[in-house]
């Protein structure tokens, strides 16, 4: 097995790993309940996503101030995705936009079952349930 062969089976490898991350996050961004969340899928499945990608692009660069060169523009864009999603978040907080609450409003959850358990036997649900179970509303 040459070492060309390999290294053209490892680009592959990682383009494959990095597009699945790219897709994680387009995941992220069409599945996820609010702004906030929305906002740390893409940032962070995405900024995995372009480093696979950037890896496995280095791997078929024949000169190092190429590599160099893809690896500051890697750093720039993990820069300034942080810095955009940081702006983002915050003006949305100033306007308003509150994020959802751990386990609020999902099916399942466990705030859920004890609210409607305590529903059914009349003692106080909500955040007098969760004090009892030692959670901090």
Request: net charge negative; proline share 2%.
């Amino acid at each position: 097995m040459s070492v060309e062969l390999m290294v053209n089976g490892l680009t592959v490898v990682l383009l494959v790993i990095g597009c699945f991350f790219f897709l994680a996050g387009t995941v992220g961004l069409l599945r996820f309940p609010d702004l906030y969340c929305r906002l740390h899928a893409l940032t962070k499945a995405d900024a995995l996503g372009l480093g696979f990608v950037t890896a496995g692009v280095a791997l078929q660069l024949g000169a190092w101030h190429e590599i160099l060169l893809l690896a500051a523009l890697w750093l720039l864009v993990l820069s300034a995705a942080a810095t955009v999603c940081h702006i983002l978040a915050s003006e949305a907080l100033a306007q308003g936009v509150e994020p959802i609450q751990a386990g609020a409003g999902r099916a399942g959850s466990m705030d859920s079952e004890v609210d409607a358990s305590s529903a059914e036997d009349g003692s106080e649900g909500g955040d007098g349930a969760r004090a009892r179970r030692g959670v901090s509303p």
